[in-house]
Structures are given as C-alpha cells and as structure tokens.
C-alpha cells in the first residue's frame, strides 16, 4: 500500500542524511523526489505544486534546533536529537496532515429513519461498502435496512442479498420497479419495520453519463438524504478526482469512502480527493472481510506513509478480535513455559481476521525501511495457512503437549497435512525454541513476577521483542527464521539471522536432494 509514495518520502530523506542545515539547493534536490513519487502516485497536478511550496516555504530558512522542545511534535519527543532531515520529514507530515483534513467521519443519523446514499462509478464497491457500513451501523447498536436501487447490473440485487443474509439485514426490493420508487417505498417499508437507517445501494456506470446522474438526482429529491457517499476506487488515480467533482457539482455530496487503498501502491486519490473537491474522506475500505471499514484518520494515513506506522490504527485492529482476558492469560502462560500449539492456533486466527500480513507489518513502527528488505514470501498470507494446516493435523493431545511430538508423529503430520516433513521439523523447532525463551524472560523477573503489568505488560513485552501486532504476545521467529534467546537484537540483525537460517535450510534441503540422486 502506497509503496511509492513512501518510496519517495525515504529517498528525499536520505537526500538530506549528513547535511547541519536545510538550504534552498538542498530542499530542492530533496523535493525532487517527493515531486517524482507524487506524481507517479497519480496526485492531481496543482495539489503537487501547492504541497511542495509549502513545504519548501516552511523547510528553507527556518532554524533547527539541536534538541526538540516538548511540544515540537509526537514524532519528536522532548529531548531527541534533531537533524536537518528529521525537520524536513515533521514539516512534509504536517502538510500531508492539513493535505487530507481536516477529518470529518460522523454521519447524520437524525430522522426517522436516516438515510445514506451510496453513489460512485460500477466496479467502485459501492454493494460490499453498504454491506461494510451496514455492519457498522449494527456494531453500533443501529437497526439498518438496505435498499437494493442497483437494477442495472447482473447480480446486483443477489449481491446485496447474501450481504444481508450474512448480517441479518433486511434487503428491500421489489422487482421491475425502478429505482426512484423503490428508495421511497424503501423508508416507508423502513418506518413500516422499525428500522431506524437506511442504506440506498445506487447503480453506476462505466462512466458518467446523463441517464445516470439524472436518476440519482431523482433519488436525492424524492427522498432528501441526509448523507451522499461517493465510494471511489483509489486505483483509479487522478480519474477519481475528476470523477468525483462532477458527481459532486452534481449531487453536493456529503463525504467519501475510499476503497481498495490496500491493494494501490500509488494511493494518489488519498491525497488530492479532498483538496480539489473540498469534502472529506469518511472511510476507507481496506479489504474483502465485512469489518474492514475504517473511519479515516489523516495523521495515521500520512504516518504510513512516511514510514512511521500506525500505532493508533493497528491498535483498534487488535481490539476489534481480540478478547482481552484471553490475550492475558496467553500471555501469562508464554512466560511461565506453557504456551502450547492451541493458543499459537488462536493467535493465528487473529491475525487473519486483523488484515494481510503486509498492511499489518505497515502499521508496526519503525518498519517501513524494513519491509524492502524482507522477501515476499516472508509476507505471504499463504504461509499462516500451511502453518495452520500443519498444527490442524496434529492429535489434540499434541497440540497441548507439544513435547510429546517425536520424529514418528512428525512424519504422520506431515502426511496429514500435504507439507514436507522438513516444513514440519522447522516449525517444530522455532516452536520449542520460542517456548524456551519466553520461559527464560518471564524467569528474569522483567514482568514483576508475572502478575505487575497485565495488560501493561505489553511495555515489557515490547521491550523484549516479545509481541505481536497491537501488543498481541505473539512468539517472535514462529513464523519465519528462529527466535533468538538475545532479546535486545535490532529489527535489522533479527531480519539478517532470519536470511541466514533460510538459507542453510535451503543449503540443507538442496544436498539431501543431490544425495539421493
């Protein structure tokens, strides 16, 4: 997500490493980065120009203090040495803040019911996102019926449907009516049932045309809204913006819901949707899965983008399918020794309902540099399921005594399961070692015997290396390389012993094939 926005942003910086002052010769060689990944990143042209003169207004002739004062910024504490390069990072966060915002993400629930249209191009995921807020609506406390106005394309209505289904949402819809009757017949059936929101899921086009704007102006009249929400498709790049500003002169629409950022490397909508059209982004849609509708947040957006992570944003993943009790008492048996293959299960099924392996990786501090370096099969989401698929094979008896697990048991696992026998030994492996090492922390009395710190055990445990995702204690090297008993190794050193303990194995594997030929 966004890789070439961020690319950009981290070459500028090292542009600056070494320099004691930001000139107007060196902001401009850095700027050219920035100005070359805002623009392959499809960011409207005149957003690009107004960015980088702030920017190089704010950056030149400002003086750099050699200490941060205590307000200076969450990204530089009180005390932090500050470079050049650090002051020139804060300034592009700052304008990339006031870029996107300011945030607007609350929607108007008055009347009896509310209402909310969905409008947007077909193929936006304008049926998935009414589905998405739907389940919002519900989490909430909300009664939301949806209405399917989309008549137009193949398996729309069906669509919606199984949405409904799934959440246990009504679906409004009466065949061969057209859509302006049916969002009117829609809130009367809404009063008629005690639903207090209604979600109009509206038809789109390949492209604007008049047919179709004039049958959403209908809507809005006949029905007077009190939310218009344009689902674009950040992939589509400048197309976007211009899309939107004529649904808007159009329509007045009240704010945006980005979606599919996750799968966009570029993101270039993001930036420059709410400064041409002036309305802010509510939501962004970032995944397939139901819950994967987040309320937008420009500081945790340009974060990510500089590299910095989203503690904030990863840590409402983590609360959205974790049950803190059991995270607790997981983590108090990881550090008495008895962590077993049930809760590893448990924690991997977490993670999978948190988000892909990358975007949750993006959201760790201090990664963004990282991520380059790691493989991509190191981040493949496919590896959790062979993962999976070798411990589901194991007895229940071995998978809370995972001692017992000999070479016999490992060759049948390996069986069960369609994966190499090696594949098997190797999690074996980083498992035992992982438990061992965990014992051996909760044994050094940092955790104040165990019982001090829960759930403020997640300091602890992050100073160890010993989490996860949002403080999740998640055994460090289960999921690739070896865990280290050292635990004060750098992100850089435990990526290279992970390399290096690949590679041997694939050394290994390779001279046991050449033996048996």
Same mark, same amino acid.
């Given at each position: 997500?966004?890789?070439?926005?961020?690319?950009?942003?981290?070459?500028?910086?090292?542009?600056? =490493?070494?320099?004691?002052?930001?000139?107007?010769?060196?902001?401009?060689?850095?700027?050219?980065?920035?100005? +070359?990944?805002?623009?392959?990143?499809?960011?409207?042209?005149?957003?690009?120009?107004?960015?980088?003169?702030?920017?190089?207004?704010?950056?030149?002739?400002?003086?750099?203090?050699?200490?941060?004062?205590?307000?200076?910024?969450?990204?530089?504490?009180?005390?932090?040495?500050?470079?050049?390069?650090?002051?020139?990072?804060?300034?592009?966060?700052?304008?990339?803040?006031?870029?996107?915002?300011?945030?607007?993400?609350?929607?108007?629930?008055?009347?009896?019911?509310? $209402?909310?249209?969905?409008?947007?191009?077909?193929?936006?995921?304008?049926?998935?996102?009414?589905?998405?807020?739907?389940?919002?609506?519900?989490?909430?406390?909300?009664? *939301?019926?949806?209405?399917?106005?989309?008549?137009?394309?193949?398996? /729309?209505?069906?669509?919606?449907?199984?949405?409904?289904?799934? $959440?246990?949402?009504?679906?409004?819809?009466?065949?061969? #009516?057209?859509?302006?009757?049916?969002?009117?017949?829609?809130?009367? =059936?809404?009063?008629?049932?005690?639903?207090?929101?209604?979600?109009?899921?509206?038809?789109?086009?390949?492209?604007?045309?008049?047919?179709?704007?004039?049958?959403?102006? !209908?809507?809005?009249?006949?029905?007077? *809204?009190?939310?218009?929400?344009?689902?674009?498709?950040?992939?589509?790049? =400048?197309?976007?913006?211009?899309?939107?500003?004529?649904?808007?002169?159009?329509?007045?629409?009240?704010?945006?819901?980005?979606?599919?950022?996750?799968?966009?490397?570029?993101?270039?909508? /993001?930036?420059?949707?709410?400064?041409?059209?002036?309305? *802010?982004?509510?939501?962004?849609? +970032?995944?397939?899965?139901?819950?994967?509708?987040?309320?937008?947040?420009?500081?945790?957006?340009?974060?990510?983008? $500089?590299?910095?992570?989203?503690?904030?944003?990863?840590?409402?993943?983590?609360?959205?399918?974790?049950?803190?009790?059991?995270?607790?008492?997981?983590?108090?048996?990881?550090?008495?020794?008895?962590?077993?293959?049930?809760?590893?299960?448990?924690?991997?099924?977490?993670?999978?309902? #948190?988000?892909?392996?990358?975007?949750?990786?993006?959201? %760790?501090?201090?990664?963004?540099?990282?991520?380059?370096?790691?493989?991509?099969?190191?981040?493949?989401?496919?590896? %959790?399921?062979?993962?999976?698929?070798?411990? =589901?094979?194991?007895?229940?008896?071995?998978?809370?005594?995972?001692?017992?697990?000999?070479?016999?048991?490992?060759?049948?696992?390996?069986?069960?399961?369609?994966?190499?026998?090696?594949?098997?030994?190797?999690?074996?492996?980083?498992?035992?070692?992982?438990?061992? #090492? +965990?014992?051996?922390?909760?044994?050094?009395?940092?955790?104040?015997?165990?019982?001090?710190?829960?759930?403020?055990?997640?300091?602890?445990?992050?100073?160890?290396?010993?989490?996860?995702?949002?403080?999740?204690?998640?055994? *460090?090297?289960?999921?690739?390389?070896?865990?280290?008993?050292?635990?004060?190794?750098?992100?850089?050193?435990?990526?290279?012993?992970?390399?290096?303990?690949?590679?041997?194995?694939?050394?290994?594997?390779?001279?046991?094939? !050449?033996?048996?030929?």
């Amino acid at each position: 997500m966004l890789e070439t926005l961020t690319k950009g942003f981290r070459n500028a910086r090292l542009k600056l =490493q070494g320099k004691t002052t930001l000139t107007e010769d060196n902001v401009a060689t850095a700027l050219r980065d920035v100005r +070359m990944s805002l623009l392959e990143a499809d960011v409207e042209l005149s957003v690009v120009k107004g960015f980088l003169d702030k920017v190089k207004e704010r950056a030149i002739g400002e003086v750099v203090h050699l200490k941060a004062p205590a307000d200076a910024s969450k990204k530089l504490p009180a005390g932090m040495k500050v470079s050049p390069a650090d002051h020139f990072i804060k300034i592009c966060h700052d304008e990339l803040n006031d870029l996107m915002g300011p945030v607007d993400t609350s929607l108007n629930l008055s009347g009896s019911p509310a $209402l909310i249209m969905m409008v947007g191009l077909q193929g936006s995921g304008k049926t998935t996102t009414a589905g998405k807020l739907a389940k919002r609506l519900l989490d909430q406390g909300h009664k *939301p019926l949806m209405v399917a106005a989309d008549i137009y394309r193949p398996a /729309a209505v069906d669509q919606l449907m199984t949405l409904g289904r799934k $959440l246990g949402v009504p679906v409004f819809s009466i065949k061969g #009516m057209k859509p302006v009757e049916l969002c009117k017949l829609g809130v009367q =059936q809404a009063r008629n049932v005690g639903r207090d929101v209604v979600i109009f899921d509206t038809a789109g086009r390949l492209a604007i045309d008049n047919e179709l704007m004039d049958e959403l102006v !209908q809507i809005k009249a006949t029905t007077k *809204p009190g939310n218009i929400l344009f689902v674009c498709d950040a992939m589509i790049g =400048q197309d976007a913006v211009r899309t939107a500003a004529e649904f808007d002169r159009l329509l007045d629409f009240t704010g945006f819901v980005l979606t599919k950022l996750d799968g966009d490397a570029r993101g270039g909508a /993001a930036l420059a949707i709410k400064q041409v059209t002036g309305k *802010p982004i509510k939501f962004l849609g +970032m995944g397939e899965q139901l819950d994967k509708l987040e309320e937008f947040r420009p500081e945790g957006l340009a974060d990510r983008i $500089l590299g910095f992570g989203d503690v904030v944003g990863l840590m409402k993943d983590f609360e959205k399918v974790v049950d803190q009790d059991a995270a607790e008492n997981d983590a108090r048996r990881m550090l008495e020794g008895q962590f077993d293959y049930d809760q590893f299960l448990r924690q991997i099924h977490q993670i999978r309902k #948190m988000g892909n392996l990358r975007s949750i990786f993006e959201k %760790l501090p201090g990664m963004g540099e990282l991520l380059e370096q790691i493989p991509p099969e190191a981040l493949d989401d496919r590896e %959790l399921l062979k993962v999976e698929a070798i411990v =589901q094979s194991m007895t229940r008896q071995e998978r809370r005594e995972p001692d017992i697990i000999n070479r016999s048991r490992m060759i049948r696992i390996s069986k069960g399961c369609g994966r190499s026998l090696e594949e098997v030994e190797a999690l074996q492996e980083r498992f035992n070692q992982t438990r061992v #090492m +965990m014992s051996q922390l909760g044994q050094s009395g940092m955790f104040g015997g165990l019982g001090g710190g829960l759930p403020g055990m997640g300091r602890a445990q992050r100073r160890s290396g010993a989490t996860g995702p949002g403080g999740m204690p998640f055994p *460090p090297g289960l999921m690739g390389g070896k865990a280290s008993p050292e635990d004060n190794l750098s992100p850089a050193e435990r990526l290279r012993r992970a390399k290096e303990s690949k590679d041997k194995r694939k050394a290994r594997k390779a001279a046991r094939k !050449q033996g048996r030929s």
